[in-house]
Every structure is written in structure tokens, then in C-alpha cells.
């Protein structure tokens, strides 16, 4: 869930003409084409709601989104509570072999560890395509409906994970699925409250990002506390208790949460030079009390507008445009369709950086336990190791936020690109070392690394292939990543059955598909943005003016 980053960056969009080429904030991954004009829900001014407020549903959204928006991914706390608790136990037979961790601690039959990890790859992979839907739905109904819509599925998921013990159906999977789509129509739908207040947009999609990260976190208070209970407060009854959450998103949409999107700053902009125009126009027929009463009604809408903006309006674009300058390849493919966009190397080499970092993330959340039981051999450092990634996980989610900020807009995108495969590649060289040390700083690495690849992913499309066709192009990004994270699967297959438990192919494997493409990415990107900056200069270059030197006339003359 990444597009934080992009909302960011549309919402500062602030066009002085009256161009349609206006970058309106969308959440529709799948572009304008999927939602007719005439159906797009209308969206307010933040000036036209109370500060108060305005304050009061950012701080609920915060709220909620770090008890729903990502609450899946703490499934490495869930996982052995599910396993303590019998979870798909009925497909470990006598016959098949239970496999036995160390110090006679019960372990995982493979058939329980595929199930188990199939229910968080699932939920992965809906999180991801899910938001073509609640983008277009979020577009047409607004954020009200689509919170509703949440509320319900979170509903769901959390009834069909308390009573998947007694149903006779496997509920574990869907109620999962469930929790997952409840959190995604959640979390984008907070999106918009960044527009409440322009001037601190960014710090709002921070709190929000940094709560869907932390949000990781309800699974690992949840085991804290089945530990403290002496394992008796079981699934039924926290999820049972989880229903707070849910009825809780639901009233705070009916009675505090707006009913549609807040406008951006364009949008405002746009609203306020029409409203300043106005006030000069079609008032001939008029007395002059009434042309006087209409001009300051006018033209306070202009001030509330200008005070809620709080800068001069040409600062947005001078500040867009050092942003330009500074990532090297802004609007490289700009003017084509997405069609167009999707052909070139510059979606081909994101795309499968992105399945294939995607791949290399969730594989290891689901199987981090797993993983260092057979490295460490040794079942109770390999359970600590679980529980410090635990922690860190949603910990590092919110430590990154400022430095990610600082990174993207202060650097290159072929800088940006860069570190994301240096870091990776030191990711999967720790991930196959059997040592304590290793494993620490795999996991510092790994929890400061996934932030960060998910925002510059977004980035680089933002930048790359513009807000025109960003839906479609960012959103067939994330879903093909999503789709492919089924492969996991076979992973999870041929680590247990191939490799007898043993990580370390796989993630060599992983390793080196990352770092080959990641190579090809960066080299690409960069040689294009060398091509740019050349061009760029030779266009200034022929735009400039002739210069005549001093005494050039003079001389001239004598000849």
C-alpha cells in the first residue's frame, strides 16, 4: 500500500491556467475511463468545514487505520498462535511425518506450514489488486461509502477468524481475505484527509502511513497477551473483541468522517481565481449594495481560500519544478498513452524489480520463523528472532517515514533506484548467513528497507510516467506483483520438499534475480537520465539569445 507518496505529490498540484490538463487528485488505479464524468462524486473545500473538525477526522482516521489499514501483515505474531492453537492440524497425519523442531518443541507438517502461509499469501496479493476496485469505487461513491464498505468486510474477516475452529468449512483463509479487503477500503479512503490541511499534507499522510505500518503491531500485542493469559484468551475471544474496531470505523463514518473528498490544492486554486474573476463580472445589472454585498461575499471565499493555502501560490510550482530538476527523469515518457508507457523499458524493468522484490518481502514475513529454525538450528533463537521482527516490523514502518521523505525529495531517482538494490542485495546475503548477528541486522535492514521500496516504487512511477496515466500504469504494477505472489506457494513447496527446509537456494535464487534486474534498472534509468539532462541543456542552449561582446560592433566596423 504505497501510494501515500503519490497523493503527497498530486496534492500539491497548483496550476495558475485554466488548462485541462489539471492534475485533479484520483484514487482510481484504473484511470478515468472505468468511471464516467457525469457519476464522479462532487468534493468540498476544506474551508468550508471548521478547523475543529477537520482536526477531529484526521485524528480518527489515524485512530482506526492503526487498528485495520494493515493489521494482515502482522501475521508472523498470528502464525504461532494459530499453530498452538490446531490450526489446519487435521492435515498433519501420523503417516506423513510431523516434523520436529529442536529441543523437542512440536513443529509443522508440511501440508499445516502450506496452508498457514497460503492464507497470508492470499491476503497479500488481495491487499495489492483490490485497489482498482476501491479506487473506482472511492471515486464514484466517496470516502464515506467505502469506509462503510470496510467497516463490514472487517466485520467479516474478524467473525470467520473467531469461529474458524467450529465451522466445517476452512474459514481461516477467507476470513483473512476478509480482514484484508477491510483494511485496503480503510486506508485509501483516508487518503483524501490529507487535503484538509494543504499546508501539512505531508505530515498527515505521514501519521496515516505511519499507522497502517504500525497497524502490524494488534497481532503482536494479541500474542503478548495469549502469552500472559497462559494461552487460554484464545482467537474466538480477541477477535470476537476485534468487532470494537469495526463499529467503531462504522459510526465514525456515519456521524464524523465527511461524506465526500476534500478538494486539492489545485482543484482550490482553480475554485478561487474562478470565485476572484467573478466578482468583476455580470454585475452591470445590478444595484450597487447588492454588486457590493456579492464582491465581499466573493471575496472572502478568495481570503478563507488564500489563509487555508497559507503561501504565496507560486511557491508550489517553483518547488515542483527544483523537484524536476533534482530526480533526473521527470516526465521522461510524459505525453503517451498508458498503452505506450507500458511498452517501453521504463515500466518493464519496475515491473519486474517490483514482482520480484514483492515476492522476496512477503516470502519472508510469512516464513521468517521457519527460516531460522533451519539456519540457526536451534528452535528457541530461531523463535526470539521471530519475536524481535515482531517489534521492529511496525517500529521501523514509522522510524523510516522522515528519512524516506528526505531521500526521495532531496536525491536523484537514479540514486533512489541505487540504494534500493544495495540494501536488498545486503538483505539476501545476511538472509543465508546461520548466525545471531546476521539475523539481527537482516531484520534492521528488512523492516527500514520495505517502507522505503514501497514509497520510491510509487515515486518513480509519479515521476516517470505522470499523474495522467499514473493509475493505470502504477495500478498494473502492483496488481501483476500482487498476482505473481502466488508463486509463493511453490516456494514455500520446494524449500520443504526439494530443499528439506532449507531457505538458502531460494533466497539465493531471489538474491540474484534481484540484483541482475536491479542492476539492469539502475543503468538504464541513469544512462536515460544522462540522455535528458544533454538534451535539456542543448535545447537551453539554442533558446538563448545572441550575446554581442563588448567592442565587437567596433571592430567589425573597421574590417
Not at 17 to 31: C, I, K, L, V
Not at 376 to 382: D, E, K, M, S, W
Request: aromatic share 12%.
Amino acid at each position: 500500500m504505497s501510494l501515500h507518496r503519490v497523493s503527497s505529490i498530486t496534492s500539491h498540484e497548483h496550476v495558475r491556467n485554466s488548462s485541462p490538463a489539471r492534475a485533479d487528485m484520483s484514487f482510481n488505479p484504473a484511470g478515468p475511463t472505468l468511471m464516467p464524468p457525469e457519476t464522479k462524486e462532487e468534493t468540498i473545500g476544506a474551508f468550508e468545514v471548521s478547523k475543529t473538525k477537520r482536526v477531529l477526522q484526521v485524528s480518527v482516521a489515524v485512530t482506526y487505520c492503526l487498528f485495520s489499514a494493515g493489521v494482515v501483515f502482522g501475521y508472523a505474531a498470528l502464525k504461532p498462535i494459530l499453530i498452538k492453537e490446531g490450526a489446519y492440524r487435521g492435515f498433519c497425519y501420523e503417516e506423513k511425518g510431523i516434523v520436529e523442531g529442536n529441543r523437542g518443541e512440536s513443529g509443522t507438517c508440511y501440508e499445516q506450514e502450506t496452508r498457514l502461509n497460503l492464507m497470508f499469501t492470499t491476503a497479500a496479493v488481495v491487499t495489492n489488486v483490490c485497489a482498482l476496485p476501491v479506487g473506482a469505487l472511492l471515486d464514484k461513491y466517496g470516502p464515506r461509502i467505502s469506509g462503510i464498505i470496510g467497516s463490514m468486510l472487517l466485520a467479516i474477516g474478524a467473525l470467520l477468524m473467531a469461529f474458524a475452529s467450529q465451522i466445517s468449512f476452512d474459514a481461516y483463509i477467507p476470513g483473512y481475505i476478509f480482514l484484508a479487503l477491510g483494511g485496503a477500503f480503510i486506508f485509501i479512503s483516508s487518503f483524501q484527509l490529507s487535503n484538509t490541511f494543504p499546508q501539512n499534507s505531508g505530515l498527515i499522510l505521514a501519521l496515516l502511513t505511519g499507522a497502517f505500518d504500525s497497524s502490524s503491531a494488534i497481532f503482536l500485542f494479541y500474542r503478548l497477551i495469549y502469552s500472559a493469559s497462559g494461552d487460554t484468551f484464545a482467537p474466538k475471544r480477541f477477535f470476537l473483541a476485534y468487532l470494537v474496531v469495526p463499529i467503531f470505523i462504522l459510526v465514525a463514518q456515519i456521524f464524523i468522517m465527511p461524506g465526500n473528498s476534500y478538494k486539492t490544492v489545485g482543484e482550490i486554486t482553480t475554485q478561487a481565481e474562478i470565485a476572484e474573476a467573478s466578482s468583476y463580472l455580470g454585475d452591470r445589472g445590478d444595484d450597487l449594495p447588492s454588486r457590493q454585498q456579492r464582491y465581499d461575499r466573493r471575496g472572502s471565499v478568495v481570503d478563507e481560500m488564500t489563509s487555508l493555502l497559507g503561501e504565496d501560490p507560486n511557491k508550489p510550482q517553483e518547488r515542483k519544478e527544483k523537484r524536476k530538476q533534482r530526480s533526473g527523469v521527470w516526465g521522461a515518457p510524459h505525453g503517451r498513452s498508458a498503452y505506450e508507457q507500458i511498452k517501453t523499458p521504463w515500466f518493464i524493468l519496475i515491473a519486474l524489480f517490483t514482482i520480484i522484490q514483492m515476492m522476496r518481502i512477503n516470502y519472508f514475513l510469512a516464513t521468517v520463523r521457519a527460516q531460522y529454525e533451519y539456519l540457526l538450528n536451534n528452535f528457541r533463537l530461531a523463535e526470539t528472532v521471530n519475536h524481535v521482527f515482531d517489534v521492529a516490523l511496525p517500529l521501523g514502518g514509522v522510524l523510516s517515514i522522515p528519512f524516506i521523505g528526505l531521500i526521495l525529495d532531496n536525491t536523484s531517482t537514479t540514486f533512489c533506484l541505487g540504494l534500493l538494490v544495495i540494501i536488498a542485495t545486503l538483505i539476501g546475503i545476511l538472509g543465508i548467513l546461520p548466525y545471531l548477528w546476521a539475523a539481527y541486522a537482516n531484520i534492521v535492514l528488512f523492516v527500514l528497507y520495505r517502507p522505503l521500496y514501497y514509497t520510491a516504487v510509487s515515486d518513480y512511477a509519479a515521476k516517470v510516467f505522470g499523474f495522467h496515466t499514473f493509475g493505470k500504469v502504477y495500478g498494473l504494477i502492483i496488481c501483476l506483483a500482487g498476482l505473481l505472489n502466488f508463486t509463493q506457494s511453490a516456494l514455500a513447496a520446494a524449500t520443504h520438499k526439494l530443499f528439506h527446509r532449507n531457505p538458502v537456494p531460494i533466497n539465493i535464487v531471489l538474491l540474484l534475480l534481484a540484483l541482475l534486474i536491479g542492476i539492469a534498472l539502475v543503468w538504464y534509468v541513469w544512462r536515460q537520465s544522462r540522455t535528458m539532462h544533454r538534451e535539456q541543456l542543448e535545447e537551453e542552449a539554442e533558446d538563448a539569445p545572441d550575446v554581442v561582446m563588448p567592442g565587437a560592433a567596433t571592430e567589425v566596423g573597421y574590417i
